[in-house]
């Protein structure tokens, strides 16, 4: 029988790696000082898969919350593991917004500057700024010259990230017609590529915010909640997706789009209600109800209640000025956060999924 190899002391090598795949970001970016060793252990390609492997299991939600008696915004990470931890996004050297999330990674406008964008990991403070693309903000997107949908696409496996502003296009002086510009920037190439399609979906605020990244495209709800419009990115072509049969955005109805485990989710709020559906087969399109939960015992937040993340174990959701949990096993609900000074914006209307991982800029 083989001995293991115990070059870091008395336990095997493994269990170091699964122990050092367990903490937090900053106990791990410090276990990284402690020795040669450890910093090449940690620096290691198995070691990143087998982090971001299990981090992935571990959703969050990133809020930004703005003070209004200052006029600054800070942001705060609620784990439903280790709490609630409060960072910054100083190290970009902007003053910036965060526009999508994925994997780890976050994609933010300059706000100072139209038109300049960044990716960055919060957790590593590890940033990059977006070569610009040649169309002019001004006449490319509908309102005010912004993008109305921004996505962010992370490979993990490949390290390799995909940003995505899309939006109807405006002649200078003119209203918007129905052509849908998209310009996706690809990391791999460090270059933006540009498609022209026709479509005439609308999003609310959080349709934008709720952009998942499942099987190499890019999903979105529209406001009508009758279809996700789809991007595809491997072929640059727009789709659209059927929901559950039973979803509808009737009288007291509000449907979201999240992701849970690896799979596409819906989630129906009503006055008493909140019903649950993941795509079990993406290729089919067949959506099956996994829970049906009673929102009687917060009844009074329902109406202003926002599904942010989940997972098959809870879900987290915002209102205006807290962050709670449900634990789907115990059926237990509980509060995360609050918001203990006035803010200028509700939680939800500035909330994302996040996970913490590690990827590495080149």
Same mark, same amino acid.
């Given at each position: 029988m083989n001995q293991p190899d115990l070059k870091f002391g008395v336990l095997p090598d493994e269990i170091i790696h699964q122990i050092l795949a367990r903490l937090p970001m900053k106990p791990l970016f410090k276990a990284k000082c402690v020795c040669k060793?450890?910093? &090449? +252990?940690?620096? &290691?390609? *198995?070691?990143?898969?087998? *982090?971001n492997e299990l981090s992935v299991k571990n959703p969050m939600v990133l809020i930004e919350v703005t003070e209004s008696s200052q006029f600054r915004s800070s942001l705060l990470c609620v784990d439903n593991l280790r709490g609630v931890s409060e960072f910054s996004l100083d190290f970009v050297k902007d003053r910036v917004k965060v526009r999508a999330s994925c994997n780890g990674l976050l994609c933010c406008s300059s706000i100072p500057d139209k038109?300049?964008?960044?990716?960055?990991?919060?957790?590593? #403070? #590890?940033?990059?700024?977006?070569?610009?693309?040649?169309?002019?903000?001004?006449t490319r997107f509908h309102p005010d010259g912004e993008a109305t949908l921004v996505g962010l696409a992370c490979d993990l496996l490949t390290q390799k990230?995909?940003?995505?502003? !899309?939006?109807y296009h405006r002649t200078f002086g003119h209203r918007p017609d129905r052509r849908f510009m998209?310009?996706?920037? &690809?990391?791999?190439?460090?270059?933006?590529? #540009?498609?022209?399609s026709m479509q005439d979906d609308q999003f609310t605020h959080m349709n934008k915010n709720q952009v998942v990244y499942i099987n190499g495209s890019l999903h979105w709800m529209t406001e009508s909640c009758s279809w996700l419009l789809v991007l595809d990115l491997n072929n640059d072509i727009w789709r659209k997706m059927t929901l559950p049969d039973e979803v509808s955005c009737g009288?007291?109805?509000?449907? *979201?789009?999240?992701?849970? &485990?690896?799979?596409?989710?819906?989630?129906?709020i009503s006055e008493a209600w909140m019903s649950i559906w993941i795509l079990k087969d993406y290729e089919s399109e067949e959506w099956c109800m996994v829970d049906?939960?009673?929102?009687?015992?917060?009844?009074?937040m329902v109406p202003g209640i926002f599904p942010i993340s989940q997972t098959?174990? *809870?879900?987290? +959701? !915002?209102?205006? #000025?807290q962050v709670l949990v449900y634990q789907r096993n115990s059926r237990v609900w509980k509060e995360m956060y609050s918001v203990k000074n006035s803010s200028t914006l509700p939680l939800?209307?500035?909330?994302?999924?996040?996970?913490?991982?590690i990827f590495n800029f080149h």
């Open positions: 060793l450890w910093y &090449d +252990l940690v620096s &290691d390609g *198995y070691f990143v898969q087998l *982090y038109g300049v964008y960044y990716v960055c990991n919060p957790m590593t #403070k #590890k940033y990059r700024m977006l070569p610009r693309s040649r169309e002019r903000p001004v990230y995909n940003v995505v502003l !899309a939006g998209c310009m996706v920037f &690809d990391s791999g190439c460090n270059k933006w590529r #540009k498609f022209v009288t007291g109805n509000r449907v *979201y789009l999240l992701e849970s &485990d690896g799979y596409l989710s819906v989630i129906k049906r939960v009673s929102l009687r015992c917060i009844r009074d098959g174990q *809870y879900i987290f +959701l !915002a209102t205006h #000025k939800w209307f500035s909330a994302h999924a996040y996970r913490s991982t």
